[in-house]
């Protein structure tokens, strides 16, 4: 395990309207006002979304099941926010229910506003790392690096 400890910076109270894309919209936020590094919470509805549910299997590099819902569903969740080279790649996981089915997982694609949704965007500073892919494993997982001088970003490891 590795980790850094960084700080909180700002916070981002956001409405999501009715038809607005969740994932282009957070992501055009985190690129405008230059959040490198943080957490979302969201809550409300989706008409649509693309979710993968699982692997397959326990194999090493995953082949992800993916599922959708086109109806409708009351939703929450909560996701982190790093770089990836040159792009946001933010992480969501979520829980969407209607009536008694509820589907849960990694929120990629797809997600259509239905109504509203409520959300905040919590800014981390002093924190130097970006997402890496990782071919051995095939997934994008933390890479943490020290920053020049010492003034933050020194990484532990237990």
Not at 56 to 81: L, N
Not at 88 to 96: K, L
């Amino acid at each position: 395990m590795q980790y850094q400890e960084g700080k909180i910076g700002r916070v981002f109270a956001i409405r999501f309207d009715h038809n607005d894309d969740l994932l282009l919209n957070l992501k055009e936020l985190i690129i405008n006002e230059k959040v490198e590094a943080g957490m979302v919470f969201f809550l409300g509805a989706l008409e649509e979304g693309k979710l993968v549910v699982g692997p397959e299997k326990m194999s090493v590099p995953p082949i992800p099941i993916w599922t959708s819902f086109a109806d409708g569903r009351e939703v929450f969740g909560i996701g982190t926010i790093f770089w990836d080279q040159e792009a946001p790649n933010i992480h969501i996981h979520f829980s969407a229910g209607r009536g008694k089915e509820i589907l849960a997982g990694c929120l990629r694609k797809e997600a259509r506003v239905y109504l509203v949704i409520e959300a905040f965007v919590i800014e981390v500073t002093d924190i130097n790392a970006q997402k890496q892919y990782f071919d051995e494993i095939g997934i994008s997982m933390l890479r943490f690096e020290e920053k020049e001088g010492g003034k933050y970003g020194n990484t532990k490891t237990i």
